[in-house]
């Protein structure tokens, strides 16, 4: 039986950890019991760290890796503003972003310069692109 503090949480109720860490050291897999903020992430480009400022969504949290990409996002998943920044993590000047509005409509350019009306063709792409 697993204690009750290693139990998953909802994203909205993980307490954020802080602490600085490096790319190498980012989880596979999303963490179901915390937060990592884009501020903790020692290596993080200036791109993703205001990638909420224009939605008004400034706090930018880990969420997992995709192949090759780590994925951010900035805002709620739920029905409101966000933006996922996908960034590669060879090579930190790749980075690709997708827009969420609270319709849930979206747009967003992978990494083959496709542009992305839906959220899962988007993530499939990374998947898709080492």
Not at 9 to 15: G, I
Not at 38 to 65: C, F, H, N, S
Request: neutral net charge.
């Amino acid at each position: 039986m697993t204690s009750r503090s290693d139990r998953p949480l909802p994203a909205t109720k993980r307490p954020v950890d802080d602490t600085p860490i490096h790319t190498v050291d980012l989880p596979p897999l999303p963490t179901a019991t915390y937060n990592i903020p884009a501020t903790a992430w020692v290596e993080a480009p200036v791109e993703l760290l205001e990638a909420g400022a224009d939605i008004g969504q400034p706090e930018i949290m880990y969420k997992r890796r995709i192949g090759s990409w780590l994925l951010w996002r900035a805002g709620p998943a739920s029905k409101a503003h966000s933006r996922y920044v996908a960034i590669h993590a060879d090579d930190l000047t790749r980075v690709h972003t997708f827009r969420l509005f609270p319709d849930r409509t979206g747009s967003g350019v992978g990494p083959s310069g496709t542009e992305h009306e839906r959220f899962r063709p988007w993530k499939e792409e990374l998947h898709e692109t080492p």
